[in-house]
């Protein structure tokens, strides 16, 4: 097939190198899909007929990254390229790992272990595309494919299940009919798949360029195993003036609403679950949430725990959720006080989801919330020019100064300190240590 890709010169040398010594070698698998779309691949991975040994014995730095599986990392000019040998996979017993890999010298045999057609194809600068399976075509076509036979592919490993979605949501492309319906015929296989591994997906589909392509976990039962919640919020009308829609079809509003950040489009996604345990209707008919941030905060800290994912998001997602609702009059009084529970450099991104939040309600809300906010804006813009204090840390007394005024330390100094910050909140011009020391003195702070 006529294709003519640019590759970075050290992966020529590598391929000069193999090619050399009688071995064959390509460029494999991803890196070849997004050369081909004109996207830079992150990684430049290499396939060959030589066996680990012998990739080894030809360049002097290599380190053995997954020696059982052929896998030698190739060092050259500080960067490292992974040179794999072709091989079959032997049985898969756990649903995601082989048994056993076999080598072979069958560069063919090597590509049809592979998952999606888009992902199987091998180039080489001197013999140009192998493509065996047609995932040029279904490049052209915008289609996710399994090679060979779906359930073949998806009973193999069943993190290829999300691997299909994920990529739909980061190359815009729909998933063949057939790879559909064996995504949603294997979704229990998930079970069997690691937290971490899960999480990696499921981040990748949301911080994607479509983060709309969530809902085909919905839609092929996947949620179903893995976040049942998303199905419930999908079957939970709002039956007020504030929403237009249920509450799952709101989430994925806001999702679609936030810049691709791990901890802005998670917290957009979870913002809203609470709801679920929350909800009551009023004698005229209208549904209540109240309280379902700080339920929404208490749900995500524990899903994402069992995701494993790392305690600086947990906590920065479950900071923006607990607030996301959070009520401003547009006075600077009022800012400041929800400026003092999240902090300045955090307030931007909570005015972010509050306002993407806005956007995904009703046309009566978002006339009532979007002046607000951007009244709340400006007076951030003063705040932060005036340098208001709106924390301890910015306190113009601490724990020194008030021992030195003769306060002895302990309990009764700590909420002291925090009478004298919610005064200053109020009255930021009275943040001068001379003012706060007579406030403490006083008692009247």
Known sequence: MSVSLTIPENVKIILKALNSAGHEAYIVGGCVRDAILGRTPGDWDITTSAMPEEVKALFRRTVDTGIKHGT?????GGEGYEVTTYRIDGEYEDGRHPKQVTFT???????LRRDFTINAM???????????????????ARIIRAVGVPDDRFDEDALRILRAVRFSAQLDFGIEPAT??????HAENLRLISAERIRVELTKTLISDHPEKFMTFHETGITSVLFPEFDQMLAMPQENPWHCCDVGRHTMKVVCGVPADTVLRWTALLHDVGKLWTKTIDEEGKAHFYGHAKRSAEFAEGFLRDLKFDNHTIDMVCLFTRHHDAWFDGSDKVTRKV???????????????????????????KAQLLPKYDTVAEGFRRIIAADQCT??????????DLIKAGIKPGKEMGELLQSLLTHVIDVPEDNVKEVL?????SGRS
């Open 72 to 76: 030698v990392t190739v060092l050259i």
């Open 437 to 441: 020391l007579e406030l403490a003195l």
């Open 339 to 365: 400026i003092s529970r999240v902090g300045k450099e955090n307030f931007p991104a909570l005015l972010m989801i509050a306002r993407a939040d806005a956007m995904a309600k009703s046309d009566f809300a």
């Open 105 to 111: 010298r069958s560069l063919s045999e090597d590509l």
């Open 122 to 140: 091998a180039y080489h600068p001197g013999t140009g595309l192998v493509d065996l399976f047609g995932g040029k075509e279904d490049l052209d």
């Open 180 to 185: 559909m319906k064996s995504i949603a015929d």
């Open 391 to 400: 924390s301890l840390k910015e306190l113009a007394v601490n724990g020194g």
